[in-house]
């Protein structure tokens, strides 16, 4: 049998055993505490907390979303640290107030539709007895069999009834992916879990840029028809990159969206770093709320070079898109 440890969390006063061998993140799972998280594979920083006493250890190294600074100031990341002694944590709780209630429920398969060869729309219906309130930007996971999870994105604007549009790449030996674009049928049950995430769409009066990579589209899709839904004259931005232009799956869509309403201005690439299209066309970043969704690489350029642009740490929220890991 593994070892056990305690970690207590402040300000929470809340304490979990867990042993040498499962995440601290894991363990929080598994005993009820709604932490931060998103990508699970050290990447993103979501899960980031700080160790005020105790010992942890990352098995595959120093994890790639937390800086040298960071470390030095004492954060870790919960996703990737193994406890080797009793730990106090120093870390926020995920809202669970009425609003952000998450629940696990039943969901079905209405249709399932390609945007690209890749990329597939899959529509789910919740309970008509159980509706599931998100905020813009959240995601759900899908639980599958062996306690394994799948994060995906919200890509409809919230209050939009009760059904739930997921865009899913397909990955390579990806058993979930596979079966979904090759087996699963219209009507079968999948059970998911939300909603989840600290990365949402807030509401001011700043200018906003919203930047994707891939079907990091998706969340920034849900804010968008949340921004164009309500009355304020807030200057929309989208850049939306990708490798190729089956990658702008919805290009159609957003621009007819453009054509539809003068606050958003849409730049679609296929070519180059999107994130360097955006230093070019915004020298001053000052004023801007900035919204960015994709691959680990692109989050990181942004969140390294962004700030020396101007752009303001309260207002730069990061959403990092990476391959699952399973607990």
């Given at each position: 049998?593994?070892?056990?440890?305690?970690?207590?969390?402040?300000?929470?006063?809340?304490?979990?055993?867990?042993?040498?061998?499962?995440?601290?993140?894991?363990?929080?799972?598994?005993?009820?505490?709604?932490?931060?998280?998103?990508?699970?594979?050290?990447?993103?920083?979501?899960?980031?907390?700080?160790?005020?006493?105790?010992?942890?250890?990352?098995?595959?190294?120093?994890?790639?979303?937390?800086?040298?600074?960071?470390?030095?100031?004492?954060?870790?990341?919960?996703?990737?640290a193994l406890a080797r002694s009793d730990l106090v944590v120093e870390a926020r709780l995920?809202?669970?107030?009425?609003?952000?209630?998450?629940?696990?429920?039943?969901?079905?398969?209405?249709?399932?539709?390609?945007?690209?060869?890749?990329?597939?729309?899959?529509?789910?219906?919740?309970?008509?007895?159980?509706?599931?309130?998100?905020?813009?930007?959240?995601?759900?996971?899908?639980?599958?069999?062996?306690?394994?999870?799948?994060?995906?994105?919200?890509?409809n604007a919230p209050n939009t009834g009760s059904e739930l549009e997921l865009h899913v790449?397909?990955?390579?030996?990806?058993?979930?992916?596979?079966?979904?674009?090759?087996?699963?049928?219209?009507?079968?049950?999948?059970?998911?879990?939300?909603?989840?995430?600290?990365?949402?769409?807030?509401?001011?009066?700043?200018?906003?840029?919203?930047?994707?990579?891939?079907?990091?589209?998706?969340?920034?899709?849900?804010?968008?028809?949340?921004?164009?839904?309500?009355?304020?004259?807030?200057?929309?931005?989208?850049?939306?990159?990708?490798?190729?232009?089956?990658?702008?799956?919805?290009?159609?869509?957003?621009?007819?969206?453009?054509?539809?309403?003068?606050?958003?201005?849409?730049?679609?690439?296929?070519?180059?770093?999107?994130?360097?299209?955006?230093?070019?066309?915004?020298?001053?970043?000052?004023?801007?709320?900035?919204?960015?969704?994709?691959?680990?690489?692109?989050?990181?350029?942004?969140?390294?070079?962004?700030?020396?642009?101007?752009?303001?740490?309260?207002?730069?929220?990061?959403?990092?898109?990476?391959?699952?890991?399973?607990?």
């Open positions: 049998m593994p070892l056990t440890h305690t970690v207590r969390f402040i300000p929470h006063q809340r304490s979990i055993s867990v042993a040498e061998d499962v995440s601290v993140l894991a363990a929080a799972q598994l005993g009820g505490m709604p932490l931060p998280h998103s990508c699970r594979s050290g990447r993103c920083g979501s899960c980031r907390a700080r160790l005020l006493s105790g010992r942890v250890e990352y098995p595959d190294g120093p994890p790639p979303g937390l800086s040298p600074q960071e470390t030095g100031e004492g954060f870790v990341l919960l996703c990737q995920i809202q669970t107030q009425a609003s952000a209630e998450i629940k696990t429920l039943p969901s079905r398969i209405v249709r399932r539709e390609p945007l690209s060869p890749d990329v597939m729309r899959l529509i789910l219906r919740l309970p008509s007895v159980e509706p599931l309130e998100f905020q813009a930007g959240q995601y759900l996971d899908v639980l599958l069999e062996g306690g394994r999870r799948r994060s995906y994105s919200v890509a790449r397909r990955i390579p030996g990806g058993a979930f992916t596979a079966g979904l674009f090759d087996s699963l049928r219209d009507g079968a049950l999948l059970k998911i879990e939300g909603p989840l995430g600290q990365f949402r769409y807030e509401d001011g009066a700043e200018p906003v840029i919203f930047v994707a990579g891939g079907t990091g589209f998706a969340p920034l899709k849900a804010m968008l028809g949340q921004a164009l839904r309500t009355d304020t004259r807030r200057e929309l931005h989208l850049y939306w990159g990708a490798r190729d232009a089956a990658g702008l799956y919805e290009e159609a869509l957003v621009r007819d969206w453009a054509a539809r309403d003068s606050r958003l201005k849409v730049h679609t690439q296929c070519t180059g770093w999107v994130h360097e299209t955006v230093l070019r066309d915004h020298p001053d970043l000052t004023p801007f709320a900035i919204y960015a969704a994709g691959p680990p690489a692109l989050v990181a350029a942004i969140r390294r070079t962004f700030p020396a642009q101007g752009a303001r740490a309260p207002l730069l929220y990061l959403e990092s898109f990476d391959y699952a890991v399973d607990p």
